[in-house]
């Protein structure tokens, strides 16, 4: 009985590969853009929508990996 039980708590939960793929996808960004922040570090950002843009996508990759951690968990 209590091997059925495991059983099925372990079919319950959910899977854990969105936040691997947002974390991932978190990470190369940071990588990224510290790469190109320091090479370009007198010009980067060009504009103020570039730098609104990839503030944006920071947000939501960091608000997603969040979300997937607290339901994967």
Do not use: D, N, Q, W
Not at 4 to 29: G, R
Not at 32 to 47: E, K, N, Q, W, Y
Not at 48 to 65: E, F, Q, Y
Request: proline fraction near 5%; aromatic fraction near 6%; hydrophobic fraction near 60%.
């Amino acid at each position: 009985m209590l091997a059925t039980l495991l059983l099925a708590a372990e079919e319950a939960a959910p899977s854990k590969a969105p936040f691997y793929i947002l974390a991932s996808c978190l990470i190369v960004f940071a990588a990224l853009l510290s790469v190109v922040g320091t090479a370009r570090h007198a010009t980067f950002p060009p504009s103020r929508g570039v730098a609104t843009g990839l503030m944006l996508v920071c947000v939501l990759l960091v608000a997603g990996t969040m979300v997937t951690a607290v339901i994967t968990a």
